[in-house]
């Protein structure tokens, strides 16, 4: 089976920084698309960010230019770097990705990181 384990979350005052980080584990012959989701209370689940395994990538238009999402494929890993965040960046992340054990792909999921931006 695969594990998406998340770490780097935490509470940051409003104009800071966080890197949020991904390893996915397990059985895995290969990964396609991995991203960044999140839910704040009350609210429905939003894509964050997303990058592909060749690299390219797509922002919600409420991250954009602040966030930054970045992958070692090696490692099996994504990152999330999270600058000039903002309360309404608080929520709970969760990482995805698309990965295959032998040649059928699945979505997987994190168990997700709190983020908290307040004073």
């Known amino acids: 089976q695969v594990q998406l384990v998340e770490s780097g979350g935490g509470l940051v005052q409003p104009g800071g920084s966080l890197r949020l980080s991904c390893a996915a584990s397990g059985s895995i012959f290969s990964i396609r698309n991995m991203g960044w989701y999140r839910q704040a209370p009350g609210k429905e689940r939003e894509l964050v960010a997303t990058i592909t395994s060749g690299g390219s990538t797509n922002y919600a238009d409420s991250v954009k230019e602040r966030f930054t999402i970045s992958r070692d494929n090696a490692k099996n890993t994504v990152y999330l770097q999270m600058n000039s965040l903002k309360p309404e960046d608080t929520a709970v992340y969760y990482c995805?990705?698309?990965?295959?054990?032998?040649?059928?792909?699945?979505?997987?999921w994190g168990q997700g990181t709190q983020v908290t931006v307040s004073r």
């Open positions: 995805s990705a698309r990965v295959a054990l032998t040649i059928t792909f699945n979505n997987y």
